[in-house]
């Protein structure tokens, strides 16, 4: 990816060019020292003179009021603020009209930006005054006053808190009162700008020591960047958060989220003061000290899948490229592309009006349909649908056209969902929740509402990343999730009636990916890339899932790598220096998926044997299970050692009766409170009070015998069994009550165990006869 730079041959300012806004993808505002404010047409070429401006106003900053209020979209943006160095900001129409200019500081007005529903204007000044305004101008508060000058302030993503500059200080004040403030020491020299981007929650800041940095919330630093010639006079985070901009003298830099650049542009410009992103994120414009207005747009963007590379050549042009025959098509566009997505055999592109679906079969003749709004802001694919997200809603399309579903939740902003809080499946649609991130919405994709109860998934630290598996049918889909820990959680979406039982599989989890055709999980853990060849393990066996990971030393892909995509048997990373690393995957455990799903048990056999690779016999063996193949576990159970299970496996099979394997199936799992109520189903009483026993789960195996009046003697014999050979006297009191009245005796007791088993085993000779007859 690169910056396509623009500059006119002329200067169109006479002076210092200060700020600029867009208010279309195709048409931007600027302001200079000479008191002009321009306005420039892209798609003509042509520069018209808004208004002369009176001779005291010197402009600062300039930021057009937010189309989009709380995901409704508003009508054009008509009106801007535009903030001066005599100590004024002025309410500016589209057709230049100052509609109101209101005294806020002593001295200039340095910085003004609206909130991001347009409710609240915040003003930094000289002073060292940060005040907040309602949108038609009136003081609501003065949120901070110090010794210095603010040079810059920012609005969190949910505009509750205010960022904001004090010399080599950052500060994050909430807009409660009672509530902390967070201030660090960011830079070495004075910061002159700052950023938070609404859809990744990360902090830019630029300053005077010429270095520009990355922050989180928390203000932690993620990036610092290396030392340039001249101070960072501006940075600007694109729309969508992947990409940010950076000006200094004579310098325009493009860098990825994570800090390193993809391109340096070296334009006469003088200082870049301001950087302005159009709303689509695909161009942007600089504020040029020497008068210039600099236009850039990116290019040479590339998505791969498999055997093919796609490259952003032009504006609308774009070409395949397929690297096992060396053919290349190219794919015109009427619009401007403004974001594409390559995964599942498709090729999704949308365009400032439309949405086009390529098919790897065939790229001369795309699906086409209109969009309702062109500002999309993510795509997400799956083998059967993709998912558009723009400012108005979250949309899931099939390959065909047809819009399936559009799922809503309360109080849900469209425009700052990103790929790390959403996820697509064939079946399921997961979206994490912004106001309260421990929550995630699951959603039926066909019908587009909520799953089972319609309670959504809640997990008791925030969540960073989430991601649904993509493979097998909906009833076992699962979703794994990242928290603030950095700890891996597997949970099931589809609940069936019970609590969703959060079981952590990974800790210091810096990323993951799903496979896109098997339930393998990837990921780069503590140093070490991992890849979990069976998840599910921990619902089957929680012994086994260790045994089924297989891991490498991660120390190649860098201190904070990120899996783009794990397709076959090839896991892309990219490291933080921006490289793309590739690492190849056994082949096996895919296969055997495979061969499980389409229950070819002695295929599977077969290539556990041929293998000789212990992970795979231990993923065999949770699969075995998980489908209640008995015979097939049993053997893979005594390849990897596990002779006491293989032994209860044995149990199992000489069990009489088909709900005392299933109970003891579920036991075998750890699903206690499953297996007791099979077998109350199923009226073996007896047999769910022994599960207790052999549990030592006391007071639960009274509860029963008392409850369904039998075999309390059988307990309390067990019991004082118990007691005595760990020479403990009785101290319960219900057991105390009840054995007062109730005499032991073993002979009568082993007879009516024998009775149970006896009427177990004749139930079960009559249920088998029954077809026959």
């Not at 208004?51 to 979209?73: A, C, E, R």
């Not at 005077?208 to 940075?235: A, M, N, Q």
């Not at 992103?277 to 498999?306: M, P, Y």
């Not at 769910?688 to 309390?716: G, M, P, S």
């Amino acid at each position: 990816m690169r910056l396509k730079t623009s500059l006119l041959k002329d200067r169109t300012h006479r002076e210092l060019v200060s700020c600029v806004g867009w208010t279309t993808a195709d048409e931007l505002y600027s302001c200079s020292e000479d008191h002009q404010i321009l306005r420039w047409n892209l798609l003509n070429g042509e520069t018209s003179v808004v208004v002369n401006m009176q001779d005291d106003i010197y402009p600062t900053d300039l930021h057009w009021f937010p189309k989009t209020s709380s995901g409704k979209k508003q009508a054009l943006a008509e009106i801007f603020v535009l903030t001066s160095t005599d100590g004024k900001f002025h309410l500016v129409s589209k057709t230049g009209r100052i509609e109101k200019s209101v005294e806020a500081h002593r001295g200039a007005v340095l910085a003004g930006h609206w909130n991001y529903d347009g409710t609240a204007l915040i003003t930094a000044g000289e002073d060292g005054q940060i005040k907040i305004w309602s949108k038609s101008g009136m003081l609501r508060s003065t949120l901070a006053q110090q010794g210095s000058p603010v040079y810059s302030v920012a609005w969190a993503p949910d505009s509750d808190r205010v960022l904001y500059t004090s010399g080599k200080q950052l500060i994050i004040k909430p807009l409660q009162p009672s509530s902390k403030v967070l201030q660090w020491k960011a830079h070495d020299g004075v910061i002159l700008k700052v950023d938070w981007n609404s859809v990744n929650d990360l902090i830019l800041s630029g300053a005077e020591d010429c270095r520009f940095k990355v922050w989180d919330s928390y203000g932690r630093l993620l990036y610092v960047s290396s030392s340039h010639d001249y101070p960072i006079t501006s940075v600007s985070w694109a729309p969508d958060g992947e990409v940010f901009a950076v000006g200094s003298f004579n310098t325009l830099r493009l860098c990825d989220k994570t800090g390193w650049s993809y391109a340096l542009e070296k334009p006469n410009t003088g200082s870049v003061f301001a950087v302005a992103w159009s709303a689509d994120g695909t161009q942007l414009a600089g504020a040029c000290g020497n008068g210039h207005v600099i236009f850039a747009h990116l290019v040479e963007q590339r998505w791969e899948w498999k055997n093919f590379q796609i490259t952003l050549i032009k504006k609308r042009t774009m070409q395949v490229r397929n690297v096992l025959n060396d053919a290349v098509d190219v794919l015109e566009f009427r619009d401007r592309v403004i974001k594409a997505s390559f995964a599942h055999s498709h090729l999704v592109v949308t365009t400032s009006l439309q949405c086009y679906i390529y098919s790897v079969k065939n790229w001369n003749t795309p699906l086409i349909f209109d969009l309702k709004e062109g500002t999309v802001s993510l795509i997400l694919q799956a083998d059967r649908h993709f998912l558009l997200v723009d400012g108005g809603g979250v949309y899931v399309f099939s390959y065909e056209g047809r819009l399936v579903s559009s799922p809503k939740f309360p109080g849900m902003r469209a425009d700052i969902l990103n790929a790390q809080s959403v996820s697509l499946s064939n079946d399921t649609l997961a979206l994490r929740d912004k106001t309260d991130e421990k929550v995630i919405f699951l959603f039926d994709v066909q019908t587009g509402k909520a799953l089972g109860d319609g309670k959504p998934l809640t997990h008791k630290l925030e969540v960073v990343e989430i991601a649904l598996d993509q493979s097998g049918p909906a009833s076992d889909r699962k979703i794994a999730l990242v928290d603030k820990n950095r700890d891996l959680y597997l949970t099931s979406v589809r609940r069936l009636g019970r609590e969703h039982s959060i079981i952590k599989i990974g800790t210091m989890v810096q990323t993951m990916a799903w496979n896109d055709a098997a339930n393998l999980l990837s990921g780069v853990q503590d140093g070490q890339f991992t890849v979990w060849c069976y998840p599910s393990a921990v619902f089957v066996d929680k012994d086994l899932l260790p045994k089924t990971l297989t891991t490498k030393d991660g120390s190649e892909f860098s201190s904070t790598p990120h899996i783009l995509s794990y397709v076959g048997t090839q896991v892309t990373v990219r490291r933080a220096d921006g490289s793309l690393m590739h690492s190849c995957v056994s082949p096996y455990p895919a296969i055997l998926h495979e061969y499980a799903s389409t229950a070819r048990w002695e295929d599977a056999l077969r290539l556990c044997r041929f293998a000789k690779d212990q992970t795979l016999w231990a993923c065999l063996a949770g699969m075995a299970m998980g489908s209640r193949e008995l015979a097939m576990a049993e053997v893979a159970y005594a390849a990897i050692g596990e002779v006491d299970k293989v032994q209860y496996i044995n149990s199992i099979k000489e069990l009489p009766s088909k709900e005392s394997s299933l109970a003891h199936m579920l036991l075998f799992s750890g699903h206690v409170q499953e297996a007791e109520a099979t077998l109350l189903q199923a009226g073996l009483v007896y047999q769910a009070i022994q599960v207790h026993i052999n549990l030592y789960n006391w007071d639960r195996a009274l509860e029963l015998a008392v409850k369904h009046k039998t075999h309390v003697d059988t307990v309390l014999a067990y019991r004082q069994k118990f007691l005595q050979d760990f020479g403990k006297k009785e101290s319960n009191k219900r057991f105390l009550q009840y054995s007062e009245g109730v005499e032991v005796d073993w002979e009568k007791i082993q007879a009516k165990i024998e009775m149970e088993l006896g009427k177990e085993r004749e139930r079960c000779l009559v249920s088998n006869m029954k077809p026959d007859a």
